[in-house]
């Protein structure tokens, strides 16, 4: 990204973005993320996705994973993660801003199809989150997709064919390989994307580790550790954060008491959900509730 580049996309970012937290635009899958002020670390789950860092810095965290990234940097992400993120870079004068382009697996095996590039499905398997600087020739196509909301009578017929070039200068750049494997089927990646699927669909149900890897085509020890490469945790811690975040997003945006929460994300036992909870928000289920709420954290 050059300073020219980041100018304009500062100034469309900050356009677009009406105060702080996430901002969906005319053009369907992209957002506009704004935070005039540091946060605090916030427990969230990341879906596939590219984000290209404007103005600020954030840092993003997965398990012992610490990764910084900056105006100039983005990060993907290319299946569901439970990731702590938290913006350490923002003033009102000068506030963090990103921009956010959902992933389409389809979409990019679409193209993959299309281009006839080879890409192996064999590839060793990675973590499901790159951060890497952003190269101008993958930033201008991001610019040029931003444009648009500029001129809103364009977006549905030119929106779709600029996301395609998005995906494109992904698959040709350094890390085109990495990113192909969201899509291919038959690889690692891919099988446990599917897995993720299925937990995310029945995060209340115990599943037992031999049916998440025939699901995944593997022997249990084998998805084992795909599974804790692509998402750095093991399968069951998981679903686990899944269970743990759902829960609070009923009691935060649905108004429902710790022991109803923790029933309807399959805890049996309300003691267990509450050492579990404390364990990984740092305080007891309404105590945690009560503090997001004081400090803003449900309108964020």
Known sequence: MNEAQQQELATLVDKYSN???????????????????????????YEPALCLIVQGGKKAMLEDDIYHYEAGHFLIVAVDLPITGQVINATPDKPYLSIAMSLDAAQLGELITQTGKTFSSNENTKRGLIVDRSNDVLTDSILRLVRLLDNQNDIPLLAPMMMREVYYRLLNGPHGDSIAQIALSGSNMHKIAKVINMIKTNFNVPIKIDEMAELANMSASSFHSHFKSVTAMSPLQYQKRLRLMEARRLMLTEVQD??????????????????????????????????LKASGAAQA
């Open 19 to 45: 105060g702080n937290g996430l901002h969906q635009t005319a053009i369907p899958k992209l957002l506009c993320i704004k935070s005039s002020e540091s946060t605090h670390p916030s427990r969230v789950i």
């Open 258 to 291: 710790a022991a109803s929460a923790s029933y309807r994300v399959g805890y049996e036992s309300p003691s267990q959900f509450s050492r579990e909870y404390s364990r990984m928000f740092g305080a007891p289920p309404m105590s945690d509730i009560e503090n």
